[in-house]
């Protein structure tokens, strides 16, 4: 049926009277008429023909909203339709929005929460990959805006240790998934870090107040968490994932860019002493290539502070050997106080 009627609505009663049900449709959806022909659908039409306009009906909500609202109902239409992946890339469009938003650091980081629990809905375990390599660039993310708010918000990393120490207790796999291990070794050295930031002020710069508000607290948390379960799971994946991060890693000349870098590539150091065999070494990259990527993260932030640096990583290291050695775990890297690996151990 052909109108030229202004009465959209009228024209479709008329088509709905003589049981053109579908020309009906059609005819709200030229007009733009999106929710009177979803409600028309769901009244006149069989379930399994609702499911094509319905679906028809929706994309169309979709490229009628703006941006932001473009990318939140995308994922709500996706996460209807079990598509996680797909759920998973509209995430990765809202975080990359954020970027280009100053500011926006937390945003990030929740968009990348959201993505992270769409994934764990997944039971594939063709997944795991995108999984845990979500969840190290979260929480690599989750390093840099710690190490620049850390003087104004103390505990925003231990929570976020907690927030993927529960991930890990409430997964049923055997086996954890390696990306969560990955994410609390980060997170864990983070920490330490952290800890060592707010000594070096105390000492330093006589900061009182954050010394009686956060020195016994922070204190706490590190010497508390020496005792890590986790620990025990971490094998030679936990290098690769760890090198996928660091594959598209772009200079920096901020401070907290150029720790986190650092924290990453202590830990690659660490995985490749004690967690990798020679052949998996040969698949990655040479044993060479990784003391020079340490050495020139450890030379970046000296650059910019090179007393906190000192002090950082003469700290950091000795911790962090006991933490080892109290989860019973190889040093033979021989972790020293001074910031360097003796490489033929």
């Not at 479709?12 to 008429?33: F, G, M, P, W």
């Not at 929740?110 to 993505?115: I, L, T, Y």
């Not at 650092?262 to 967690?275: Q, T």
């Amino acid at each position: 049926m052909q109108t030229t009627s202004a009465d959209t609505l009228i024209s479709a009663t008329l088509l709905v009277c003589a049981h053109r049900i579908h020309e009906a449709i059609e005819l709200l959806l030229s007009y733009d008429k999106v929710k009177e022909a979803l409600i028309l659908a769901h009244f006149r039409l069989k379930s399994s023909e609702v499911v094509i306009y319905t679906e028809k009906c929706i994309k169309r909500f979709i490229d009628r909203s703006s941006s932001v609202e473009k990318v939140f109902f995308s994922i709500i239409f996706n996460i209807g339709k079990k598509q996680w992946i797909n759920a998973m890339k509209m995430v990765h469009r809202a975080v990359e929005i954020s970027k280009i938003r100053p500011g926006k650091e937390i945003e990030q980081l929740s968009w990348c929460w959201v993505g992270i629990n769409l994934l764990l809905n997944a039971s594939s375990s063709n997944h795991n990959d995108y999984l845990s390599n979500e969840c190290l660039r979260l929480s690599s993310m989750c390093l840099t805006v710690s190490f620049r708010l850390f003087s104004k918000e103390p505990l925003f990393l231990n929570r976020w240790y907690e927030a993927f120490s529960r991930l890990l207790s409430s997964s049923s796999e055997t086996t954890p998934c390696p990306g969560i291990v990955c994410s609390l070794m980060l997170l864990n050295i983070g920490q330490i870090a952290h800890f060592c930031m707010v000594s070096y002020q105390e000492e330093n710069e006589e900061a009182a107040a954050l010394v009686v508000n956060n020195g016994e607290e922070n204190k706490e948390v590190v010497y508390g968490c020496l005792k890590n379960d986790w620990m025990k799971s971490i094998t030679s994946d936990c290098l690769t994932y760890f090198s996928q991060l660091i594959a598209d890693r772009q200079p920096s000349s901020l401070w907290e860019v150029c720790l986190t870098h650092f924290c990453i590539d202590f830990l690659l150091f660490y995985l490749i002493h004690n967690h990798c065999t020679l052949n998996k070494l040969v698949q990655l990259d040479t044993l060479t290539a990784y003391i020079d990527r340490y050495e020139a993260s450890r030379k970046s932030c000296e650059c910019i502070k090179p007393r906190e640096t000192s002090y950082l990583i003469r700290h950091l290291f000795s911790t962090y050997k006991k933490i080892l050695i109290t989860n019973g775990l190889n040093t033979d890297s021989e972790i020293c106080c001074n910031g360097t690996f003796n490489v033929d151990a």
